[in-house]
């Protein structure tokens, strides 16, 4: 092989590129295809007159049509987040009950027999461990409800009908119609939503779909939204309507994630997306009966355990620093976590928040499961209110009244819990998504845009409803 | 519909040695040859895969879930073989990274035996991916999945014409099922083994002016690298202007 | 905290939005005028006077200081002093009032053309950008591409010969091909040829055209011709251009016998029920987005049809070798059909 020859066969090519003209492509496409239908006809035999899968296109007539479309749609996702939330429960308290009231006392007063020193066993088992714990007790039970019922209507086939009918909507914000279910997804996990976003292949949508995702409303956030509004919304209706009051304003707080996420798609697409290739192709597979146990045994190893296992490595580092912040003392007995309440107060403020809800997010970056006990935490301490297990390790309570009473105490109005709602919706994602976005991107500047786009957003509109909120 | 576990009717027969098969999960070191899996999104690649690894691969009724490879072996009479399962594609002609993936592997990963599986019931379009690997490989096996579905569909495929007319061996599968999968792995022992030796189809339908720039840059890459299997399809990459084919050219990784 | 008031607060946030509106909003932000004045430095001049130098004496004009002041963008003063700068580095000479170009200023000229057009070229291929950005976007990139960037940025796109108007692209040794055919007035009636270059420039002109639905490399058939007006069909459209305008269509007659289909309709306007053949794919569609329709099987004699309809309008659902792939009414709009006579 010589340089020389090579050289000359790529000019060559060069020359005849330019001989042939640019319909290169069109042409062999087509003769490709041509040398297909040849094939066909001399091997395959179709009964003629045979209706190709009539059974796919009677269920394609009813999914995709005008009147049964959109309620059937709007019927399943309501009854896979119905059964996550509902479902999800009683595993979450009985985790909750063996890792939290059972398993770390027992390693408490292990810890103390064998004598180990006091902060040694308050960094391994009230930092590490506990916030580990946490995270498997609120994170594992929805995901592992939601992620299989989710792989079912995809290994049915169903999903790809959704992305077609929405992708007008989705088009409109300039973005892909498979964004839908990567959104969807994202009501399970933002990590699993990402990863989701693989099935678009237009590279500008794809980006779209990765840096919004975040607005779709998470597991770890549900029971977020759905405590802080029953505390405080449910007050202030009659107690008949508290608990429709209180379920509306989580929907609510759910669908304008979806009104910003179709806002910011659209603001992506003309701005900063705009010079990304964008081409579009859905292709819609017929039905095949999903095989049930072995979805379940799949979406269980590939989604939720991966999902569970990336978030309990980021939970692990957090809950010693949470520990640690609360445990080392900067001036006298000041520790670190109220020296740093006591700066971001006077923000916090600005935004109708407080600095305990700020601090609680900058350290439970990691995993939003939990922000609320953090946050109970932080407040006792800061406070210096009796309750509570002490500094650095977080807790929370049996009854949603004596967590009222505890939030208020902290000086909760009803102000500080809508903006902590919709703080909770718009904030950066938590690190396991913001690495996978890193993973699936590849590039600093999107893992970037997709991390403070929301946590702006954030600020920007509590501020205004803090300062709208204090004008009357 | 049927839903055991049909025995096929070759998994008594002479060729097939049941005892020699053992499925090996993604444990395949010190392989013997490695067999690539290609094929349209939505073929049932990744349930052939499973079905001759032993490995449950997610495969969802959505094209594109294969994103990056997945990689699991299996050992059948002594011999031991990597299994590389590969993105699902259209074709191998524009840019996309699932293609690229797919195509890299092909040209520069040199598979001992490609496995490319084909809907049974979209032949027609499952061809023009055929078609393109066959200019990349000439040791290549066509899987005829989803026979079931074709069955119920009345679609009926004369599978010797159709193995006469694309050079390459054809076995027809229900993967699902596993039905067809014996007889699959037979044919790719063969084919690896050199016992089959195939004559693939190459690409006739295109406009003549094509036809003599491909022939005459075919002719002076033949001259360059004497015995390349794939010098029609290195000359269509370079009349596309493809950058990565030029370079690799240039750094002699194409032979 | 006490002397806090919300409305100020929000007088504050609604200044700072507004300040940052004016800064950074597209192309008209203060800080993108700025940059771009900032930027402006000799050497965007030097080599934005080298262009339009090529580009008169290329049209047969002859160039004085005032032609230049009044076609570019700059103030008098920076462009004196910039031709003064030229003439000592021998780029330019005066011949009599006339400005030249000497051969090394020549080259240098084709050099900045070459960057101008080959960047078109990546805009169009590889990159979303719509074609009405593609000018303003390459006018700012070649005055930054090295020439070593150039060659690679020209053999990662093929090397292409032409940029997406037709224009010819300079090659590494400052070769240039010629814009093969005809100005579009000059064709006779009947006679069917192949677009191969739209000028961009006037831009009054270039605008309309682009409004228009026509594409490099479609073919034309003219069907009327006169001092008023021409007429011609392309893809299945009529068009009606006045003389001035057409003259900005080069065209490339073609000799041999082809049938232009007439009666050509777009995929988009396929009735559930009817069945069509597909004649090809517009011009319009190019790119990654035309080989993908291809791959998928919307190739010329395929037979296609409407599997389903949307709840939304569109994207409708089509029957194409035998799978159902969805396509927005932009894309369907791309795909040339002939419909069937009679239903199967």
């Given at each position: ?5 090579i050289e000359?066969i790529?000019e060559l090519?060069?020359?005849l ?8 492509h069109?042409n062999?496409t ?6 297909a239908a040849n094939i066909v ?6 009964e003629?007159g045979k209706k190709?899968f009539r ?6 007539k009813?999914v995709?049509s005008k ?8 019927l399943?996702l309501?009854?896979v987040l119905?059964l ?5 429960n009683?595993?979450?308290?009985m ?10 006392p027992?390693?408490?007063?292990g ?13 391994l088992?009230?930092?590490?461990y506990?916030?580990v ?6 994170m ?8 299989p019922?989710?792989?079912l ?6 999903l790809p ?8 909507l989705?088009?409109?914000?300039g973005?892909?119609g498979k964004?839908?279910?990567?959104m969807s ?7 699993a939503g990402i990863v989701?976003?693989r ?5 500008r949508?794809?980006l779209?779909a990765i840096i ?6 998470c597991n770890?956030?549900w ?11 449910g007050?202030?209706?009659?107690s008949s ?5 209180a379920?509306l304003?989580v ?13 910011t ?6 701005t900063?997306l705009?010079?990304?290739v964008?081409?579009f192709?859905l292709?819609l597979?017929p ?5 049930f146990w072995?979805t ?6 590939d989604?939720t355990?991966i ?6 490595v980021f ?7 949470i520990?640690?912040i609360c ?9 670190i976590?109220?020296?740093?309440i ?5 923000f916090?403020?600005?935004l109708?928040l ?6 609680a997010?900058i350290?439970a970056i990691p995993a939003n499961e939990i922000v609320i006990?953090?946050i109970l935490m932080?407040?006792?301490l800061?406070t210096?209110?009796s309750?509570g ?5 977080m807790f929370?309570l ?7 009473d505890?939030l ?8 500080t819990?809508?903006?902590?709602m919709?703080f909770s919706?718009?904030?950066n ?10 993973k699936e991107t ?7 845009v997709?991390s403070i786009l929301p946590v702006i957003l954030g600020?920007?509109v ?8 204090r004008l009357? | 519909?049927q839903?055991k576990?049909v025995k096929?009717a ?5 060729h097939?040695n049941a005892e020699g ?7 395949a070191?010190?392989?013997d ?8 999104p939505n073929?049932?690649k990744?349930?052939?895969f499973?079905a001759?690894?032993g490995?449950?691969?997610?495969t ?7 994103v990056t490879r997945?990689?699991?072996g299996?050992?059948?009479?002594e011999?031991?073989?990597k ?6 594609t ?7 990274t699932d293609?690229?993936v797919?195509?890299?592997f092909?040209?520069?990963g040199?598979p001992d035996?490609?496995v490319i599986v084909?809907?049974a ?8 991916l055929?078609l393109?690997i ?8 066509l899987?005829?999945?989803l026979?079931?579905?074709?069955k119920?569909?009345s679609i009926?495929?004369d599978?010797?014409v159709l ?5 390459i061996p054809v076995?027809?599968?229900?993967a ?9 792995i ?5 084919v690896?083994?050199g016992?089959i030796?195939c004559k693939p189809?190459?690409?006739k339908n295109v406009?003549?002016?094509?036809e003599k ?14 015995g ?13 202007g493809?950058?990565?084919i030029i370079e690799a050219?240039?750094?002699g990784?194409?032979? | 905290?006490n002397d806090y008031n919300?409305?100020?607060?929000l ?8 300040l940052?509106?004016?800064?950074f ?10 940059q771009?004045?900032f930027?402006?430095?000799e050497k965007?001049?030097?080599?934005d006077?080298?262009k ?8 047969g004009?002859?160039?004085d200081t005032?032609t230049?002041v009044e076609v570019?963008n700059f103030?008098n003063k ?7 700068k030229?003439?000592i ?7 009599k009032?006339?400005l030249k170009?000497t051969e090394?200023?020549?080259e240098?000229a084709?050099r900045?053309?070459r960057?101008?057009?080959l960047w078109?070229r990546?805009?169009?291929d590889?990159?979303?950008f719509?074609?009405?950005e593609?000018?303003d976007?390459?006018e700012?990139?070649e005055?930054?591409?090295s ?8 053999s ?7 940029d997406?108007?037709g224009d010819?692209?300079?090659t590494?040794?400052?070769?240039i091909a010629d ?8 064709l006779?009636?009947n006679?069917i ?9 006037p ?6 055209i682009?409004?228009e639905n026509?594409?490099i490399g479609?073919l034309?058939?003219?069907v ?8 011609f069909?392309?893809?299945g ?8 305008v057409?003259?900005?269509l080069?065209?490339?007659?073609i000799?041999k016998?082809?049938?232009?289909e007439e009666?050509?309709?777009?995929l988009?306007g396929?009735?559930?029920n009817e ?14 987005s035309?080989?993908r329709l291809?791959d998928?099987g ?9 599997d389903l309809?949307n ?6 659902a089509y029957?194409v070798?035998g799978t159902?792939?969805a ?7 791309k795909i040339l ?7 199967d």
């Open positions: 092989m010589s340089k020389k020859n000359h790529i090519s060069n020359e590129r330019w001989q042939i003209g640019d319909d290169f069109d062999l087509e003769g490709i295809y041509a040398d006809r001399d091997s395959v035999q179709t003629k190709r059974l796919d296109s009677k269920i394609d009813i995709t009147t049964f479309g959109f309620p059937i749609m709007f399943i309501g009854v119905w996550t939330i509902i479902g999800a009683y595993p979450s308290s985790l909750a009950n063996l890792l939290l009231d059972t398993i770390h027992a390693l408490k007063s810890a103390s027999n064998i004598g180990m020193p006091w902060w040694l066993d308050g960094f088992i009230d930092g590490v506990l916030a714990a946490w995270v498997i007790a609120v594992l039970p929805p995901m592992a409800i939601f992620f019922m989710f792989t209507l995809e290994d049915f086939g169903y009908r959704v992305a077609f009918n929405l992708d007008n989705f088009k409109k914000s973005a892909h964004q839908a279910l990567t997804m994202g009501f399970g996990c933002n990590a989701a976003t099935i678009i292949d237009s590279p949508e794809r779209i919004t995702n975040n607005f779709s409303l770890g956030r029971p977020t939204q759905i405590l802080i509004a029953t505390i405080f919304i007050a202030v209706v009659p309507f508290s608990s429709v009051a379920l304003s929907i609510g707080i759910a669908v304008l994630g979806m009104a910003f996420m179709f806002l798609s659209w603001g992506l697409s003309k900063v705009k010079g990304e964008s081409t192709n292709e597979p039905y095949r009966p999903p095989r072995r379940l045994y799949t979406s269980l190893i989604r355990l999902v569970l296992w990336r978030a309990i939970a692990a580092p957090a809950g010693a620093v520990w640690l445990n080392i003392h900067v001036s006298g007995d000041v520790s976590a109220a020296w740093l006591d700066s971001f107060d006077g916090g403020w600005l109708g407080n600095g305990v809800i700020l601090l997010y350290v006990p953090t932080l407040t006792v800061a210096g209110m309750g297990e002490g500094a650095g390790v929370e049996d009854s949603i009244s004596a967590t009222g505890v208020r105490a902290g000086g909760w109005t009803l102000l819990a809508i903006n902590l919709l919706l718009l904030h994602p938590c690190s396991t998504t913001i690495y996978t976005i890193y590849k590039s600093a500047k999107w893992t970037a997709a600020f920007i509590t501020f205004l409803v803090a300062q709208i909120w009357f | 519909m839903t576990v096929s070759c998994e008594t027969c002479a097939f098969l053992k499925k090996l999960g993604i444990h070191e010190n392989f040859f490695v067999v690539a899996l290609a094929g349209n073929t049932g990744s349930t052939v499973n001759l690894t490995l449950r691969q997610h969802g009724n959505w094209p594109g879930k294969t997945a990689e699991g299996f050992q059948y009479n011999q031991k073989y299994l590389v399962d590969l993105p699902g259209y074709s191998l002609l524009s840019t996309s293609e690229e797919a195509r890299d092909l040209l520069f040199r035996v490609t084909a809907d019931n979209r032949l027609e379009r499952n061809l023009n055929v393109q066959l200019e990349i490989t000439d040791k290549a096996v899987c005829l999945n026979m079931d579905e074709a119920r569909n009926v495929i599978q010797r193995a006469k007319d694309l050079g076995v027809a599968t229900s699902r099922y596993k039905e067809g999968i014996p007889e699959l037979q044919t790719i022992s063969e690896a083994n016992t030796v189809h190459r690409i406009s003549p002016n094509i720039a491909v022939k005459k840059l075919s002719k002076e890459i033949e001259k360059e690298f004497p390349i299997a794939n010098s029609r399809w290195i000359a269509f990459r370079l009349l596309e493809d950058s990565q050219l240039k750094t990784e194409l032979v | 905290m919300p409305i100020s607060a007088i504050i946030f609604f200044g700072i939005a507004i940052l509106f004016l800064l909003r597209p192309t008209k932000g203060w800080f993108w005028l700025l771009k004045n930027k402006s430095n965007v001049i030097i080599e006077i080298l339009q130098l090529y580009h008169f004496e290329n049209s004009n002859k160039v005032r230049l570019l103030k920076r462009i004196v002093e910039a031709i003064k030229m003439s580095n021998d780029l330019v000479y005066f011949d009032d006339a170009l090394e200023g020549h240098y084709l900045i053309i960057v101008h057009r078109e990546y805009l169009a590889k990159t979303g719509h074609k009405n593609w000018h976007r390459a700012r990139m005055h930054k591409l020439h070593d960037e150039t060659n690679k940025l020209a990662q796109l093929g090397n292409p010969k032409f997406p108007h010819p692209i300079p590494k040794t400052g070769k814009i093969e055919g005809v100005e579009l007035p000059r006779p009636v006679s040829a192949r677009i191969t270059h739209i000028e961009d420039e831009e009054v002109i270039y605008k309309q682009l409004a026509i594409h479609s034309l058939k003219v009327e011709n006169n001092n008023t007006r021409i007429v069909h392309s893809e459209e009529e068009f009606v251009l006045a003389p001035i057409a003259s900005n080069t065209v490339l007659p000799e016998e082809v049938v232009i009666n050509i309709a777009r988009s396929l009735q559930e069945m069509a053949e597909i004649i090809g794919i517009s011009k319009e569609s190019r790119g990654e035309r080989r291809l998928l919307f190739v010329k004699g395929s037979k296609i049809k409407i309809l709840p939304l309008g569109e994207p409708h029957l070798k159902s792939i396509l927005r009414k932009d894309q369907a709009s059909i002939k419909k069937s006579e009679h239903a």
